[in-house]
């Protein structure tokens, strides 16, 4: 199982679109080598490469949020912080010898990041094109 970047997941806002495209080929990169069976010391290397995508993305989408006045910035905040303990936990398990950790992540990870963008990042992409007008 794996996603494609489709055009129902475009918020029309290309930036956000752009940075969306990129995770989800970070995560499918991800994925590969979980499916071949990479070693743990590729699997840490592109594990921390999904992380600190997540986390760049994330601020900018953040910042991007409060800069059009966006009202529900802080539950979406919320949700972010969600995704990424919930991401380092699964991480934590693998280091720890949880084999089937990293299977569990990529899924959760496609899951999520799916339903995210669906959801509620639709929600700002609505909030942002009625106010551009
Ligand atoms: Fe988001």
Same mark, same amino acid.
């Given at each position: 199982?794996?996603?494609?970047?489709?055009?129902?997941?475009?918020?029309?806002?290309?930036?956000?679109?752009?940075?969306?495209?990129?995770?989800?080929?970070?995560?499918?990169?991800?994925?590969?080598?979980?499916?071949?069976?990479?070693?743990?010391?590729?699997?840490?290397?592109?594990? #921390?490469?999904? @992380? &600190?995508? +997540? $986390?760049?993305?994330?601020? !900018?989408?953040?910042?991007?949020?409060?800069?059009?006045?966006?009202?529900?910035?802080?539950?979406?905040?919320?949700?972010?912080?969600?995704?990424?303990?919930?991401?380092?936990?699964?991480?934590?398990?693998? #280091?720890?010898? @949880? &084999?089937? +950790? $990293?299977?569990?992540?990529? !899924?959760?990870?496609?899951?999520?990041?799916?339903?995210?963008?669906?959801?509620?990042?639709?929600?700002?992409?609505?909030?942002?094109?009625?106010?551009?007008?």
């Amino acid at each position: 199982m794996r996603i494609e970047w489709t055009e129902d997941l475009a918020l029309g806002i290309p930036e956000m679109d752009k940075q969306h495209q990129e995770l989800i080929a970070l995560i499918n990169d991800f994925y590969n080598a979980v499916e071949r069976g990479e070693r743990d010391e590729g699997i840490r290397a592109l594990f #921390e490469g999904v @992380d &600190r995508y +997540a $986390v760049f993305h994330f601020s !900018a989408e953040e910042a991007f949020l409060e800069q059009i006045g966006y009202p529900e910035l802080a539950p979406h905040r919320e949700t972010h912080a969600m995704f990424r303990r919930e991401y380092l936990t699964a991480m934590e398990r693998h #280091e720890a010898g @949880d &084999r089937k +950790a $990293v299977r569990d992540l990529v !899924a959760f990870l496609f899951s999520w990041l799916y339903t995210h963008i669906q959801k509620t990042d639709k929600r700002y992409s609505a909030f942002f094109h009625q106010q551009a007008g």
